[in-house]
């Protein structure tokens, strides 16, 4: 984090912010806020995408031990359906970023689209992969909503949730098709409104 201060020209602190769920056709947009502890380094960051699902639960607890703060937040379906799923993203992002106990002097967003916040952000494509704290939040965020997907699972069995994490799989559009869509589908998305229409996904 030293060098990434360094290299940002910041004297102070440096959240990472980053997101989970803008594909999938149910649930909400996750993101999460993370300021790292120079003195208390965690090893293994990396993309969460790149992580197994073990691997992600063991740097879900370690961050949330050791990071000087964090905050992780939501855009539910109806702000996605009501918004679009960028806009809801972005909104998700800044009550991350609004949720931290410590106001940071820079944001690293991953991405190219910045949410509005009060202090400088930059953003950061594959920051991810590249950005220590950033990467803790995609962590953080990822397993929050793999999290509400394996209990959401258990309300709506016949959608295979915990599966799939909502994303458009073969499954998943064979349960729409078969059950139709339950409240946590986000019917501004393509294949959910061609159900609704009682058209073939």
């Not at 912010?17 to 996750?30: F, K, M, S, T």
């Amino acid at each position: 984090m030293q060098k990434i201060a360094l290299k940002w020209g910041v004297n102070g602190l440096i959240a990472g912010v980053d997101e989970a769920g803008r594909g999938p056709l149910a649930g909400p947009v996750v993101a999460a806020a993370v300021i790292l502890d120079d003195l208390q380094p965690i090893k293994g960051l990396a993309d969460s995408k790149k992580l197994t699902a073990g691997r992600r639960e063991l740097l879900f607890d370690e961050i949330r031990a050791k990071a000087l703060c964090f905050a992780v937040a939501q855009a539910s379906v109806q702000e996605i359906d009501g918004l679009n799923i960028l806009q809801a993203t972005l909104l998700a992002m800044r009550r991350a970023v609004e949720g931290l106990r410590l106001s940071p002097k820079l944001v690293l967003v991953d991405g190219n689209r910045l949410p509005t916040l009060p202090m400088r952000a930059e953003a950061i494509v594959k920051g991810d992969a590249l950005v220590a704290a950033i990467s803790a939040a995609s962590i953080l965020a990822k397993v929050t909503r793999d999290r509400w997907c394996v209990e959401f699972d258990q309300r709506y069995p016949q959608y295979g949730f915990a599966r799939h994490k909502g994303y458009g799989t073969a499954l998943h559009l064979a349960a729409l098709q078969a059950h139709g869509a339950c409240p946590e589908h986000r019917t501004s998305f393509g294949p959910v409104t061609e159900v609704l229409r009682g058209a073939t996904p």
